[in-house]
């Protein structure tokens, strides 16, 4: 008996398959390498398409102010019959413009350099960690 802790206390032996592998220092990631992005204001049609119909009813509804109305139709009514050609109008011009500065803003664009980074977000308080 040359071993000398006593048989109870030895500790169990894993087999080479369980056990944990040696950790292995971090290697460091590859610089990435830059790429070719365009960078262009452009513009937000939505936004045009909206303001045209607010214009289109708002000349719709001084158009038909400049004009007598009929007592047995109403100003009211002549508006709102009118208006449905003037904001379609109004969007039509507004989806027009917005389109032609879209394709202007394509010859002003800008083309750059730019690397893709990974950012690991910061862990949240209480969070577990792995």
Not at 46 to 64: C, D, M, N, R, S
Not at 123 to 130: H, I
Request: net charge positive; hydrophobic share 40%; aromatic share 6%.
């Amino acid at each position: 008996m040359s071993d000398s802790t006593p048989a109870g206390d030895a500790a169990p032996q894993r087999p080479a398959a369980q056990r944990p592998a040696p950790r292995q220092p971090e290697q460091p990631r590859p610089r990435p390498q830059p790429e070719q992005v365009t960078v262009r204001r452009a513009p937000k049609i939505p936004a045009f398409i909206a303001v045209g119909a607010v214009l289109g009813f708002f000349a719709t509804l001084i158009v038909t102010g400049l004009f007598p109305s009929d007592e047995n139709v109403g100003f009211a009514t002549l508006v709102a019959y009118f208006s449905i050609y003037g904001i379609t109008i109004g969007v039509l011009i507004g989806a027009i413009l917005g389109v032609v500065l879209d394709r202007r803003s394509r010859k002003r664009a800008r083309t750059l350099q730019a690397e893709r980074e990974t950012v690991d977000p910061a862990p949240v308080e209480g969070e577990l960690e792995q």
